[in-house]
């Protein structure tokens, strides 16, 4: 495959911003904490406590009533620090989120307490060491308690990556086409619960695929990168890549994989699909896949899209597009089912033996059976 049409492209990576989401499941929490509401939080910050102090950040617990922030060590309500709140995507942000269902991944029966991380913005020359240092430090404090972090299907990891600057329309534009290519091939990089379904109409997903809304459904490879170059503005473009399946075509949505939204309210785009670990090398591996993602997306001509998507089988098994991608290799794509099949052939992908957690993470019971057990149960206190 000739890859010299990949052109020298706008976005440098030197300038690529980073904020990770990490969302997962605390058990064995001491009754000191387990007792105390939002404890679970305050542990966290305070577990974060000597890496924000090197940072010279906050750790914000988000989501409580001012009036509370008394209760715990962990915040600063001083009048600074309640005025630094006010520009909270600078500082740690430690928050109990809803879609985290709290159930252990091997017995239901068990419920922990859900946390979600936010990292602060961080930049080329801090994010690896402070993904490193904050996995570290939460393993680290849970060890020296007794307490254990477990993930299921309903955790994930979130990446936001910036430019420091507005994307432009060509940027998502190109984005865009890279998501509609090479989605499939990037679905290899997650273990199979963060694989959404082949695109159907009748779907609820948190992380859906980009394929399966009304801008794509039906649309050959080529067409879907027509229908995108035929767009003449930045919610035309998020209105096909992000349309909200709900019968209002000018509504958009987050809850896909790939998220394109935030262009507007954050600068950035957002990914995903990843599965919830506090693995911080495989934390870095897809930081810098994705970064990869992103940057050659941008470098890639226009004619060369329409080129790709006329030959995707040759694309998505060329090493060196896949490498400039971040793309896993030796993954072939078939175009009837659109499921990816191992270097063997082996359509039903038993090959997927990527390391992300420990088999026992993995939870194989659906959303529906999994939200009923949380709303009946109404006890969120661990089982042990």
Same mark, same amino acid.
């Given at each position: 495959m000739d890859t010299k049409c990949l052109e020298t492209g706008t976005i440098n990576f030197k300038d690529i911003?980073?904020?990770?989401?990490?969302?997962?499941?605390?058990?064995?929490?001491?009754?000191?904490?387990?007792?105390?509401?939002?404890?679970?939080?305050?542990?966290?910050?305070?577990?974060?406590?000597?890496l924000a102090t090197e940072m010279g950040v906050m750790r914000i617990i988000d989501g409580v009533m001012p009036h509370e922030l008394k209760s715990?060590?962990?915040?600063?309500?001083?009048?600074?620090?309640?005025?630094?709140?006010?520009?909270?995507?600078?500082?740690?942000?430690?928050?109990?989120? +809803?879609?985290?269902?709290?159930?252990?991944?091997t017995n239901k029966s068990l419920h922990g307490r859900g946390v979600e991380v936010c990292t602060p913005i961080l930049t080329q020359d801090n994010w690896e060491q402070t993904l490193r240092s904050m996995c570290t430090a939460i393993t680290t404090a849970c060890e020296q308690c007794g307490a254990a972090i477990h993930f299921n299907d309903s955790c994930g990891l979130h990446v936001h990556i910036g430019l420091g600057r507005e994307y432009t329309l060509r940027e998502l534009k190109q984005l865009a086409k890279a998501i509609v290519l090479f989605e499939r091939q990037m679905d290899h990089h997650h273990p199979r619960h963060r694989r959404p379904p082949p695109p159907s109409i009748h779907r609820s997903s948190m992380i859906a695929s980009n394929l399966d809304n009304h801008g794509l459904r039906d649309l050959t490879p080529a067409q879907m990168i027509w229908r995108i170059d035929d767009q003449t503005g930045v919610h035309r473009v998020l209105r096909i890549i992000n349309?909200?399946?709900?019968?209002?075509?000018?509504? +958009?949505?987050?809850?896909y994989k790939?998220?394109?939204?935030?262009?507007?309210?954050?600068?950035?785009?957002?990914?995903?699909?990843?599965?919830?670990?506090?693995?911080?090398?495989?934390?870095?591996?897809?930081?810098?896949?994705?970064?990869?993602?992103?940057?050659?997306?941008?470098?890639?001509?226009?004619?060369?899209?329409?080129e790709w998507a006329e030959s995707l089988d040759s694309v998505v098994t060329d090493a060196e597009i896949c490498s400039r991608f971040g793309m896993p290799e030796g993954i072939e794509t078939d175009d009837v089912d659109g499921v990816v099949a191992g270097e063997d052939g082996d359509k039903d992908g038993d090959d997927d033996d990527v390391e992300y957690e420990d088999e026992?993470?993995?939870?194989?019971?659906?959303?529906?059976?999994?939200?009923?057990?949380?709303?009946i149960g109404g006890d969120d206190s661990d089982s042990e």
């Open positions: 911003t980073i904020g990770v989401e990490l969302e997962m499941i605390l058990f064995k929490l001491p009754p000191a904490i387990k007792y105390i509401p939002y404890g679970e939080l305050d542990f966290i910050a305070n577990a974060l406590e000597d715990f060590k962990s915040q600063d309500t001083s009048t600074g620090g309640m005025a630094q709140r006010e520009h909270i995507e600078l500082h740690f942000q430690i928050k109990d989120d +809803i879609s985290i269902k709290p159930f252990h991944p349309g909200a399946n709900d019968g209002n075509y000018t509504s +958009i949505s987050r809850f790939y998220n394109l939204t935030c262009a507007l309210t954050y600068k950035t785009v957002e990914f995903r699909q990843a599965a919830g670990t506090i693995d911080a090398e495989w934390i870095v591996a897809w930081v810098k896949n994705i970064c990869r993602f992103v940057t050659a997306a941008a470098a890639t001509g226009d004619e060369t899209w329409y026992e993470d993995d939870m194989s019971f659906d959303y529906a059976d999994e939200f009923e057990l949380f709303t």
